[in-house]
């Protein structure tokens, strides 16, 4: 037996346990079933997209469809728009053009992190960081952000860096409680990590997983990490921006200054090699202009959130408004949260326990319910909690 796997296995086995669940799994096509568990799309996708696949279906050379590496136009497309976007002048020759976000995250770890190494992620995390920690050989180290405010917490990180840290990972705007992280946050976070860096001898890479960056709410300000510390690799997947993430295209966007630019360039493209030929497919690069500009309604996603956090609030749940991404955190009427996710499931609602993220006691809703599952939605929620009350 590989001796890495059992170990993914053991870190997976709660994320597993939930998403193969087949009773979980009949209820995602059940029209009864309110869905707000995963940021999966609950409607068609935006046909501007389908209309750019289908532009960049037709061959108009003998190369259309040949071996797709990191483009030169991809690269430039790439760089000219977020460089404005995030205020950092990304070089396209620092651009690496992914199958998604699960693609940049894997080289970006297996270019800067290998055995004897540790590299440290937030939790309550996305589901695959720890897997992917140890895919490549690395020891994951977890700093657990603190409810309800869930900021970053530059200190405790400080606290976990040992001389083996090659890495820390964050995630802004965050999955799974909808925080983005002030700019302040993100600056005491490159001066703890400037000073371990000078303290070690070896730079400390920040992985700032941004998927969500163009999903923010009441014109807030993202910031990204990379334009504050020089040693910062942005992660991108257009997944969720076109609430599409079969559509398997992202990037890595290495920020200028960084340290052994030159080296790490090579071996991002190695690193995307060897994950499986991490590059995004052909279609979508010949489609990427036109993808670049499209987003899904950001606007009709806050309005859903001032309907539903509002709604639940005046229930009686705990909970808060996100300020990006699709997701927010509410408490558990219930400490056990699998048992109150069962309650939910009666009625009709289907939510992501909070045990599944790392925090047990909440759970996670999705805003990407369509519009005509959020008011028997919200019933669902209303009657889940009368019922709780009366056992109680
Ligand atoms: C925080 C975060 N990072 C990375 C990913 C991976 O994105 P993709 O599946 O588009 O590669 C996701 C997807 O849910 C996510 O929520």
């Known amino acids: 037996m590989p001796s890495v796997l059992p170990r993914i296995a053991a870190a997976l086995e709660s994320t597993l346990a939930f998403l193969t669940d087949p009773e979980f799994e009949a209820l995602l096509d059940d029209p009864e079933i309110n869905n707000f568990a995963l940021g999966n799309p609950q409607e068609l996708p935006l046909p501007e997209l389908v209309g750019a696949l289908q532009q960049a279906l037709e061959p108009r050379d003998k190369n259309w469809f040949a071996y797709k590496m990191n483009e030169e136009s991809s690269r430039r497309t790439i760089a000219e728009s977020i460089g404005p976007r995030l205020g950092v002048p990304f070089a396209p020759e620092d651009v690496f053009v992914t199958n998604g976000g699960f693609g940049a995250i894997a ?145 890595i966007a290495m920020a200028p200054g960084m340290p052994g630019a030159k080296q790490l360039r090579g071996l991002l493209f190695l690193g995307q090699v060897t994950t499986g030929w991490a590059f995004a497919n052909a279609d979508l690069q010949h489609a990427l202009p036109r993808i670049e500009q499209l987003s899904i309604d950001v606007g009709a996603l806050q309005r859903r959130r001032d309907r539903v956090i509002p709604a639940l609030l005046e229930m009686g749940y705990q909970t808060d408004l996100p300020e990006g991404t699709f997701y927010a955190m509410v408490r558990s009427p219930l400490e056990d949260d699998q048992e109150f996710s069962r309650v939910l499931r009666r009625h009709g609602t289907l939510v992501l326990p909070g045990s599944v993220v790392e925090l047990p006691g909440w759970f996670r809703i999705s805003l990407t319910a369509n519009d005509e599952m959020i008011e028997p939605g919200l019933e669902g929620f209303r009657r889940a909690l009368s019922e709780v009350a009366a056992r109680a």
């Open 107 to 251: 080289a970006t770890l297996r270019a800067v992190a290998g055995p004897g190494d540790e590299v440290i992620f937030i939790s309550p995390p996305w589901f695959f960081y720890e897997p992917l920690i140890v895919a490549v050989g690395a020891e994951p180290v977890r700093v657990r952000l603190q409810p309800p405010a869930f900021d970053l917490d530059a200190e405790a990180i400080a606290a976990a860096i040992t001389p083996r840290t090659a890495a820390v990972l964050i995630n802004t705007p965050h999955n799974p409680t909808g925080r983005v992280y002030p700019t302040q946050q993100l600056e005491e976070l490159a001066r703890v990590l400037t000073e371990a860096s000078d303290r070690h001898g070896r730079p400390v890479y920040l992985l700032s997983d941004e998927p969500y960056h163009r999903i923010v709410y009441d014109d807030l300000r993202f910031t990204t990490p990379a334009a504050l510390y020089p040693p910062t690799f942005v992660l991108y997947s257009y997944g969720k921006t076109l609430l599409s993430p079969g559509m398997r295209m992202g990037y």
